[in-house]
T-cell receptor, first 113, second 115 residues
Framework: AQSVTQPDIHITVSEGASLELRCNYS??????LFWYVQSPGQGLQLLLK??????LVQGIKGFEAEFKRSQSSFNLRKPSVHWSDAAEYFC???????????FGTGTRLQVFP | NAGVTQTPKFRVLKTGQSMTLLCAQD?????MYWYRQDPGMGLRLIHY???????AKGEVPDGYNVSRLKKQNFLLGLESAAPSQTSVYFC??????????????FGPGTRLTVL
């Protein structure tokens, strides 16, 4: 079955610390992978996406993610977190010629000063 | 471009009442989606549309109906609201063109409470 797992429901980091949010997927076809961010009371904003090519993808707000096919993972990273990064982060997977995305249940990031 | 807009932003209904949520996009996208978001459950697809005049069921379609009479609009209807439909509803759209595969763009959401 197709699925996306975000193992961490809630993560707390100090401002300036590095961050890694985990995402694992199960998908039959070659996946298209996405990370979205949702600030409180807002809609989802696209951070970055991977379709093909270089497995290290750069996104907005200083985020990057690495696709590792052997591990079925697409983890999101940021070298130094800012207080404004506090939000909920969603990983999603799709594929060529499909019309739907499968979303993970999200990881809530809390940033302490 | 306004992107994806949703109307209304907030609504409180009584059990049994009906209402329609409106989603509009100005990006000429073919595909549109309605999701609900509940704590701990992420986003669940209610219905979606692959083009004007077409709709399809998603993961949790019961109690909802949709219509796509115009390409830019996608309406979500609740005929007889129930407390279990208390949620935040998001609309999204996508182009499904090469280079933008599956990328969905989201509206700001509608917070619905059913008493």
């Amino acid at each position: 079955a197709q699925s996306v797992t975000q193992p961490d429901i809630h993560i707390t980091v100090s401002e300036g610390a590095s961050l890694e949010l985990r995402c694992n997927y199960s998908y039959g076809a070659t996946p298209y992978l996405f990370w979205y961010v949702q600030s409180p009371g807002q809609g989802l904003q696209l951070l970055l996406k991977y379709f093909s090519g270089d497995t290290l993808v750069q996104g907005i707000k200083g985020f990057e993610a690495e696709f590792k096919r052997s591990q079925s993972s697409f983890n999101l990273r940021k070298p130094s977190v800012h207080w404004s990064d506090a939000a909920e982060y969603f990983c999603a997977v799709g594929a060529y010629n499909t019309d739907k995305l499968i979303f993970g249940t999200g990881t809530r990031l809390q940033v302490f000063p | 471009n306004a992107g994806v807009t949703q109307t209304p932003k907030f609504r409180v209904l009584k059990t049994g009442q009906s209402m329609t949520l409106l989603c509009a996009q100005d990006m000429n996208h073919e595909y549109m989606y309605w999701y609900r978001q509940d704590p701990g459950m992420g986003l669940r697809l209610i219905h979606y549309s692959v083009g004007e005049g077409t709709t399809a069921k998603g993961e949790v379609p019961d109690g909802y109906n949709v219509s796509r009479l115009k390409k830019q609009n996608f309406l979500l209807g609740l005929e007889s609201a129930a407390p279990s439909q208390t949620s935040v509803y998001f609309c999204a759209s996508s182009l499904l063109a090469e280079g933008d595969e599956n990328t969905q763009y989201f509206g700001p959401g509608t917070r619905l409470t059913v008493l």
